[in-house]
C-alpha cells in the first residue's frame, strides 16, 4: 500500500464549484504540505502543516483553504474553483525539518 | 526569498553515456539542504539524491552524483551509464534550516526534461 495517498487522482469540476482534495499518510510523519504544479513552473507551496494545530500558508495560498484532521489526513480546498486553478496537485510529508518530502501520486484538476 | 534555477528545458543524451544537469539558487543563508527529484511520465515525485549543505563531500547514490559548489551556489547532478528508465523531468529543490524560524517547504526550479536515446 502506498505511505501517502492522495483522493481523487482526476477530477474535473466547472467554475465556481466547491472541491475538496483529501490526502492521507501511514508513515507517521508531523509534517504535511500542498503543492500546485504548471506546466513549465515547476512545484509551488499553497499551504503546510507542522501538526493539526498549526497551519502556514505557503507561496499561493489565496483561493485556496486547508484542514488538518488528524495527523495523517490534510485536506485542500477550493471554495470557488476558477479555471486557472486547472494544475496539478501534490501532497507531500516529511519528519522533522531536515528531512527529504515524500510526495503523493498527485491529483489533476481540471476547472471548466 | 529563496530562488531555484534550472536553465536546460531540456537535455538529451545517448543511452549509456552520462550528463549532467545544472542547477543555481540564490539564498543568504548558510545552511541549508538541496535534493533533485525525478517525475517520469507517471507524474510521481521521487527522491533521487539529498546534499545538507554544511557537508562537503558530493553526495552520491549508485549512478547518480551531484557536484555541490557553495561558494557559487551551483547544484548539478550528474547521471552516469544513463539508462532508458531515467528519461523524466528533473527538478533540483532547496529547503531551508528552518533554525531560524522561517517557512517551510521546498522551493523548485522549473524542471529539465531528460530524454535518453536509445
Known amino acids: 500500500d502506498a505511505d501517502v495517498t492522495q483522493t481523487p487522482r482526476n477530477r474535473i469540476t466547472k467554475t465556481g464549484k466547491r472541491i475538496m482534495l483529501e490526502c492521507s499518510q501511514t508513515k507517521g510523519h508531523d509534517r504535511m504540505y500542498w503543492y500546485r504544479q504548471d506546466p513549465g513552473l515547476g512545484l509551488r507551496l499553497i499551504y503546510y502543516s507542522f501538526d493539526v494545530k498549526d497551519i502556514n500558508k505557503g507561496e499561493i495560498s489565496d483561493g485556496y483553504s486547508v484542514s488538518r484532521q488528524a495527523q495523517a489526513k490534510f485536506s485542500l480546498s477550493l471554495e470557488s474553483a476558477i479555471p486557472n486553478q486547472t494544475a496539478l496537485y501534490f501532497c507531500?510529508?516529511?519528519?522533522?525539518?531536515?528531512?527529504?518530502?515524500?510526495f503523493g501520486p498527485g491529483t489533476r484538476l481540471t476547472v471548466l | 526569498a529563496q530562488t531555484v534555477t534550472q536553465s536546460q528545458p531540456e537535455m538529451s543524451v545517448q543511452e549509456a553515456e552520462t550528463v549532467t544537469l545544472s542547477c543555481t539558487y540564490d539564498t543568504s543563508e548558510s545552511d541549508y539542504y538541496l535534493f533533485w527529484y525525478k517525475q517520469p511520465p507517471s507524474r510521481q515525485m521521487i527522491l533521487v539524491i539529498r546534499q545538507e549543505a554544511y557537508k562537503q563531500q558530493n553526495a552520491t547514490e549508485n549512478r547518480f552524483s551531484v557536484n555541490f559548489q557553495k561558494a557559487a551556489k551551483s547544484f548539478s547532478l550528474k547521471i552516469s551509464d544513463s539508462q532508458l528508465g531515467d528519461a523524466a523531468m528533473y527538478f533540483c529543490a532547496y529547503r531551508s534550516p528552518l533554525a531560524g524560524g522561517g517557512a517551510d517547504g521546498l522551493t523548485f526550479g522549473k524542471g529539465t526534461h531528460l530524454i535518453i536515446q536509445p
Open positions: 507531500a510529508t516529511s519528519e522533522g525539518f531536515n528531512n527529504e518530502q515524500f
